[in-house]
């Protein structure tokens, strides 16, 4: 049984951190891109940014230059490290493992107010 555990969230100010993780059971984590999405109510789920088995990444637009993916497979982890956080980036932020089939973690909220 697959199961991805997202943690990390919060709410921060303008400007601050966060470090979401996801720690993955039930796969052999090493061969799966791993990713990380966002939604907002009334929006549809956008990816944020991916990591594949080989350690290749891509970032959406609005993440380049302010986030970073990176993954630990001894501890069979993704992570989204989040810098200079701005409220457009409010969502629920959601881990996807993808190799054949797609599995999603429950989801975590991350909301960015003053």
């Known amino acids: 049984q697959v199961q991805l555990v997202e943690s990390g969230g919060g709410l921060v100010q303008p400007g601050e951190s966060l470090r979401l993780s996801c720690a993955a059971s039930?796969?052999?984590?090493?061969?799966?891109?791993m990713g990380w999405y966002r939604q907002n109510s009334g929006k549809q789920r956008e990816l944020v940014a991916r990591?594949?088995?080989?350690?290749?990444?891509n970032y959406a637009d609005s993440a380049k230059g302010r986030f970073t993916i990176s993954r630990d497979n001894a501890k069979n982890t993704v992570y989204l490290q989040m810098n200079n956080l701005k409220p457009e980036d409010t969502a629920v932020y959601y881990c996807?493992?993808?190799?054949?089939?797609?599995?999603w973690g429950q989801g975590i909220q991350v909301t960015v107010s003053s």
């Open positions: 996807l493992c993808s190799r054949v089939n797609d599995y």
């Open positions: 039930g796969i052999i984590f090493s061969v799966y891109t």
């Open positions: 990591i594949t088995s080989r350690g290749s990444t």
